[in-house]
C-alpha cells in the first residue's frame, strides 16, 4: 500500500501551522485598527488619571484589594494588600502598565506584547470584581476579549508601527513574531 502525502488547500490549516490573511486595505481590518485605538485610549486614559501628578494624590490599590470579598481570588489580593512590597509594586505597576499598554496600542506599536498584559491586568479586575449578580458577562470580560481579538489578529500590523517593526532584521526570529502584531 503506497501513500502519498496530501496537500491542503490555500486557506486550509492544521494545528500548529499559521494561516496567513490579510487585513490591510479592508473594511475589517480598518475596523481592527479603530478598536485598537479605542482600546488603547481608555487604557492610556485609565493609567494616565492614576498618577499623582494628575490626580493630585498617589494611586492606591489597598482599598480594592481588601474590599474583594466575593472574588475567587480575595486571598491573594488581601496578602498583596498586607504585604508592603508587593503593595508597593501594584501601586506602580497598574498606572504605569495601563499607560504603557495604551500607548502600545494606539500606535500599534508590540501589540501582541501590549494585549498580553492587558490580558493579565483584565482577568485580575474581572475576577477582582466578581459580583456575578447580573451574569458572568461584563465589562471586564468584554475588555479582556478584546485585548485577545486584538492579539489574535496582529492589530499592530494594520496602520501600525508593528508593520515596520517587522521589516527590520531583529524581528527576523521567533521570538519576535510572537511580540509583534
Known sequence: M???????????TTFGNVLDFDLQG???????????????YWFLHAGFTKFSFVAGEPFDASGYLLN?????IAGLFAWVAGTPGMLEFTNLMIPLGETLIGLGL???????????FGVVLMTFFYLGNADW???FVNGDLMGLLLF?????????????????????????????KYLLG
Open 26 to 40: 479592508t473594511l475589517a481590518g480598518y475596523w481592527i485598527a479603530v478598536l485598537r485605538v479605542i482600546t488603547g
Open 106 to 116: 494606539i500606535v500599534g506599536a508590540l501589540v501582541r506584547l501590549a494585549s498580553f
Open 68 to 72: 474583594a470579598s466575593g472574588s475567587p
Open 2 to 12: 503506497t501513500t502519498t502525502p496530501t496537500t491542503q488547500p490555500t486557506g486550509e
Open 133 to 135: 449578580a447580573h451574569g
Open 148 to 176: 485577545v481579538t486584538l492579539a489574535t489578529l496582529g492589530a499592530g500590523r494594520i496602520l501600525g508601527l508593528d508593520t515596520y517593526l517587522e521589516r527590520l532584521d531583529l524581528a527576523d526570529n521567533r521570538v519576535a
